[in-house]
């Protein structure tokens, strides 16, 4: 039987819809929650991101600011407007895109952010916070990757979930989610001599590497549950993720497919966290 797809855009709208109710709320107690993009250079893909997560405010009930600076901003200038944001108490959470600009060292722009407002949860305090189990922001896409299994209803206690992927914003964070959940986790990378040894003990894989046909249906378990966070391009041009998404479907019991898996759940765990850092303030 192929394997079920879990729906990340039927599963935004749902958390959308409850976003918007608890941004109302905040607004009628004259605490509209606040979110400020910034967005340094003219890079078109961080254009659109921007963009959408601007749009997605909006829609949401969520007040936004878009704040656009040249290529040529100092790291001295990017750093005193992210002061003045931490003053501002109509900004609840502030994100700044990346990449930035050679001569801003991304580091420093993200330990600038109060950790209070820190929705992208990428500072080392919040890595912290989710490290040693205390409440803090949690990266988007791992968190959004998250709600997309326990929309399953599967429980991960006792399961073996297997990374593929160790960046500091995706792998690393989903492993430790998932750990948190009570699974057993192994983390793989590119210097895993036999990915596919460790693939195929897997419960469930996550896929976030940035290369297509990385996972394949020789390389599961049958029943397995499979989230694609990868995005790549196919010969021909089209949006496409890490996984054979065709091959692995008739193996897995359920699967994320790309587009309209994880994609639309990292924006909706920007909007949630915005939610929590504003409810929280
Ligand atoms: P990244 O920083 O480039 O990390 C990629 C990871 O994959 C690295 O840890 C790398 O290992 C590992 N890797 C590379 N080749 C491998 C191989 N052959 N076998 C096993 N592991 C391998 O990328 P990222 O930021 O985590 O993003 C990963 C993918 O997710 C990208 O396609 C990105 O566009 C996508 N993404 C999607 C969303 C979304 O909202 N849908 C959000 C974020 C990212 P090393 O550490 O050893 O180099």
Redesign the pocket.
Known sequence: MPAQLIDGNLLSQQLRAEIATRAARLTAQDKQPGLAVILVGDDPASQVYVRNKVKACGDAGLYSVLEKYEETLSEADLLRRIAALNNDPKIHGILVQMPLPKHINPNKVIEAISTSKDVDGYSVLSAGELLTGLPGFRPC?PYGCMKLIESTGYDLRGKHAVV????N???KPMALLLLQANASVTI?????PD?AYHTRQADIVVA????RN?LTAEMIKPGAIVID????RDDAGKLCG?VDFLGVKNVASYITPVPGG??PM?ITMLLMNTIEAAERA
Do not use: E, F, P
Not at 208 to 211: F, K, L
């Open positions: 896409t593929i992927g160790r960046s914003t995706v792998g793989c990378h590119s210097a895993t990915l976030a590497v940035g290369r990385t966070v990868g995005m790549n890490d994880v994609g990292t």
